[in-house]
Nanobody, 127 residues
Framework: QVQLVESGGGLVQAGGSLRLSCTASERAISDYPMGWFRQAPGQERDFVAAINRRGGTTYYAESVKGRFTCSRDNAKNTVYLEMKELKPEDTAVYYC????????????????????WGQGTRVTVSS
């Protein structure tokens, strides 16, 4: 079992920055492809970013490409989402997710490809 805990959310003005963290307990995540998703009020949960096991490959949704950076520190069992140039439309609850160690791809973009989820951290961007 993998327990994921997100942190770093909050209220920020448009144009500002935040760094989200996702720390895993119970098991090391170095063998797990990881991802970030977000769910805006009244919307479905959408893919944001994904990263492979070693952190050398990342993939982003078009809406965040060039503004968000996903990274990981396997020694700290933590994945990060650095968010810059935030916009009001980035307002959402952000979730990190882990795909199990048995994976055929470097990363995943579909919600149902992930096996473990955190509880989410809220990000609010004011205009």
């Amino acid at each position: 079992q993998v327990q994921l805990v997100e942190s770093g959310g909050g209220l920020v003005q448009a144009g500002g920055s935040l760094r989200l963290s996702c720390t895993a307990s119970e098991r090391a995540i170095s063998d797990y492809p990881m991802g970030w998703f977000r769910q805006a009020p009244g919307q479905e949960r959408d893919f944001v970013a994904a990263i492979n096991r070693r952190g050398g490959t990342t993939y982003y949704a078009e809406s965040v490409k060039g503004r968000f950076t996903c990274s990981r520190d396997n020694a700290k069992n933590t994945v990060y989402l650095e968010m810059k140039e935030l916009k009001p439309e980035d307002t959402a609850v952000y979730y990190c997710a882990a795909h199990g160690p048995m994976s055929s791809s470097e990363f995943y973009v579909q919600e149902n490809d992930y096996d473990y989820w955190g509880q989410g951290t809220r990000v609010t961007v004011s205009s």
